[in-house]
């Protein structure tokens, strides 16, 4: 599976298609004003899309920030590859932006976190896959979420990422009552999610 991808036995000039920077600056400024439980939702389309669905030009892209070639970023790597594209952004700049990015706190972006950021370069997200979404948390088959539905699909280590109990809050919060129903889930994705392509 592709979350499994070996990245280190990819050459740079191997790179032949790849999303321009312009392009991904614009789709990470807009990633990064999405309210958590939007980028939850991407986080979930990102981890259930097929490599075909993420396409070369996203993967190639991504390996222009993992210089390592270990299939995470590092801060540095991020900095070095959005100074170099954009001198006259600031460190602190990219820093808040990287931040946004890295929703489990690790101090790393993984591959599934850098895909959910930039997966709408490939397309607008469908109904269909965003009802697959609800159907992961909705895991009793009720219908319908609720906040402990939330806070369990969270806590239950979701794509092997430890969430903060602080974040798993503020997601939580944000579900309110709104997204109940999935008629619901799809209006606050599309409504309160912050400018969108759902």
Aim: net charge negative; glycine share 6%; with cysteine.
């Amino acid at each position: 599976p592709w979350l499994e991808a070996d990245f280190s036995k990819d050459e740079p000039g191997t790179m032949n298609e790849c999303f321009s920077m312009e392009q991904i600056r614009a789709s990470l400024l807009q990633y990064a004003r999405y309210s958590k439980l939007k980028k939850l939702a991407l986080m979930i389309v990102a981890h259930k899309s097929s490599s075909e669905e993420i396409g070369e030009r996203l993967r190639n892209t991504f390996k222009k920030f993992d210089i390592l070639r270990n299939g995470t970023v590092c801060f540095e790597e991020f900095q070095e590859v959005m100074s170099r594209s954009f001198p006259d952004m600031r460190e602190q700049y990219i820093k808040e932006l990287f931040t946004d990015i890295d929703l489990d706190g690790s101090g790393l972006v993984h591959y599934t976190e850098f895909v959910a950021a930039t997966i709408e370069l490939c397309g607008a997200i469908s109904e269909e896959r965003l009802e697959d979404v609800f159907d992961q948390i909705d895991r009793d088959d009720t219908g319908y979420i609720t906040k402990d539905d939330l806070k369990e699909f969270m806590n239950q280590g979701f794509l092997r990422r430890d969430f903060s109990d602080d974040y798993v809050a503020e997601v939580i919060e944000q579900c309110l009552n709104r997204c109940t129903f999935f008629g619901i889930w799809i209006h606050y994705l599309r409504r309160f999610g912050g400018c969108c392509r759902f």
